[in-house]
Each structure stands twice: as C-alpha cells, then as structure tokens.
C-alpha cells in the first residue's frame, strides 16, 4: 500500500557548465528523501554532478487551454529572431 | 605453522569474514524488493543490496586467490554451508517490519563505515582499493538508513514505537561488530588498522540515537570470539542459504 508521499520534480546538471535538465519525478517523505530517490533512479550511471528536486505542487505551470493566447502570438515576428538582421559586410563571423 | 602461512590462514577468515556479511546483507535487502513502503524504497534497498554484492564479489575473488586451491566466487558464496559461513549475526537477522530493517542496516552501516575508512589505510593492495570504493557507497547507505532512523524515531508516536522496537530488537548483535580480538597478526602486519573503528562505531550510535530520540538499550557485552563472525550462527542463517543456494545446486556450472 502507497503511503501517499508526495511527487517531486527532478533536475540533474549532467557536468559542470551546462544547465540543470528536468530528468523526471519521484515520490519521496521528505526534501532528504527525494534526493536520495532521485540519485538511486537517475544518477546510478555518472549521468550528473548536481541534482535538485522541487516538490511538483511547487511548480505554476501554464494551461494547455491558454496555449493560443500564450504561443501562437509569436508567428510571423521574424524581427524576434537575429537572423532577420542583415550584418554589414565588413562584419566576418558574427 | 610457519608466520606466512599463519598469516594466509588469518587473512582468509577476514576476507571471507567480510565477504559474508555483504552477501547476507545483500540477500536480506534484496527480499524487499516489491514489498517496501513506495517503489523509490524498493529501489533504495535494491541498490544498496547490489553495492554489497559487488564488494562480497570482489572479496570471495580475493579468497580464492588467497586460498590458493583453484575456487572461484561461486565456491565461496553457492558451495559451502551454514556453519561455514563468518558472517556477525546481525545480518542474518529476519527483516520483520520496516523499522526493524532500518535499525539492522544503521548499526551495520556505521560499523562498515568505520571498517572501511580504516581499512583504506590497509597494507593490502586489494584491501585497500576496495576500501576506497566500499567506504563511498557505505557512506551513502548510512545516509540512508540513519535518515530513516531519525526521521522514524522523531515521527509520530506510532513510528517512534516500532523504531524503538526495532532498534531494541537489533541492538544485542551490534555489540559483536567490533569485537574480534583474533586479527592480531593482521593488525601487526597492517593488514587491519587499528585505526579506532569500535570508537568511531560507538560514537556514531550515540550521535544517531540521540537526534532519533530513541533511548538506547543497555550495552550488551560479548565474548571476543565465537559468535556469527566464528561461524556459529542463528536458526535464520540456513533458510536464507537454502534460498540462495537451490539454484545453483540443483544446476551445478549452469550459466545464464
């Protein structure tokens, strides 16, 4: 029988210098827990140097209903992109 | 007996010794699994099982090399029976509930901690290379199981009482841990620092037992020798052979 732990979200750093990447979720009593599920599930193969867990209540996610409104705004702005600028052409490898 | 092969005899008892207790501590965890509290739990005790297989691996390798009589792994771990095995009583212990478990796996992890940070400083090659790697992965299963000794003990009441129970019920074997007085060669060749593993092990207990708010029982005192590590061994430690051993037993040399 499930003690009904809570879920949380796990983020693992695969080496130093680059970001912490969402990796997937475990259920967990506590903060100390968590870390230590997360590194039994996802780390048993060197695939990280840091980990961080947030507990998933934690986390505001959009809704999927207010994609329109959020996303699709962006179609057609190419000037939000830097390839829409032209460079002078005395500038070499930007 | 001649000092060397006086010294080969002692060094297999300790390897064996120590493999033992790896690998009947990697079959008692290893029959939670499916039956913990959570599937991150069965994974946790899992991966602490399959640590201690690798080190009873790399030791039952070192006493067949050791042993010098052509044997491997196998022989050591499938083909020898109860009383031929030296592992400390504890281990063999039942599971019982949850807080049982934990308890047995605190006191033998902060007695392997303290055996394996002194044992990086053995004269031993293959010791000490083990050593280096045992005493990470030891660490982290001392983490574990005294997060889940605190966390049980200074819980709920209900948690409070079964974590007691299971400490009381684990307590009379963790005494035998760190008496052995018969490694005296090993210790003068350096084989075994004598680096204050019975100091850092009590030390350990009394700091855990306390943040867990747990009362600790009374200390029990045992003999130096007989006992688990001598091969004298409670009713448990035979149905746990039974089960480990039937495979290979009734397939001699099967592979996979």
Redesign the interface.
């Known amino acids: 029988m499930s003690p009904g732990w809570p879920l949380w979200e796990v983020f693992v750093r695969a080496r130093r210098g680059v970001n912490h990447v969402h990796f997937g979720s475990v259920h967990a009593a506590d903060e100390e827990t968590a870390l230590q599920a997360a590194r039994d599930l996802f780390t048993r193969r060197q695939e990280g140097v840091s980990i961080w867990v947030v507990r998933s209540s934690d986390v505001v996610a959009s809704d999927p209903d207010d994609e329109d409104e959020l996303f699709d705004p962006a179609e057609g702005k190419d000037y939000r992109f830097p390839t829409d600028y032209k460079l002078p052409a005395e500038v070499d490898h930007m | 007996m001649t000092d060397t092969s006086v010294l080969n005899a002692s060094l297999l008892n300790h390897v064996l010794r120590h493999g033992d207790r790896a690998l009947v501590l990697a079959q008692r965890l290893g029959q939670w699994v499916a039956h913990s ?5 069965d ?2 005790l899992a ?1 602490i099982s399959l640590d201690l297989l690798g080190q009873a691996r790399v030791l039952y390798t070192y006493a067949a090399a050791v042993e010098g009589l052509g044997h491997d792994e196998d022989h050591f771990a499938y083909w020898r029976e109860p009383g031929e095995f030296r592992n400390p009583l504890i281990v063999e212990q039942p599971n019982g509930d949850f807080a049982h478990t934990i308890a047995r796996q605190f006191l033998h992890d902060a007695y392997a901690v303290a055996h394996w940070e002194a044992m990086r400083s053995s004269t031993d090659d293959t010791l000490a290379a083990l050593a280096n790697r045992a005493a990470k992965e030891t660490s ?1 299963h001392l ?2 199981s005294r ?1 889940w000794l605190v ?1 049980l003990g200074d819980g709920t009441d209900e948690s409070h009482r079964r974590m007691q129970a299971g400490l009381d019920a684990m307590w009379p074997f963790a005494a035998e841990l760190a008496a052995r007085d018969d490694e005296e060669p090993l210790r003068q060749s350096g084989v075994v620092p004598d680096s204050g593993v019975r100091f850092a092990f009590d030390a350990e207990m009394a700091s855990a037992v306390a943040e867990a708010t747990l009362t600790a029982p009374e200390r029990v005192d045992v003999a130096t020798s007989g006992g688990g590590w001598d091969g004298a061994h409670s009713e448990h430690l035979p149905i746990l052979l039974d089960e480990l051993q039937v495979l290979a037993r009734a397939h001699p040399g099967a592979t996979w």
């Open positions: 509290p959570e599937l991150e739990e994974m946790a991966n982290f983490r574990h997060g966390r």
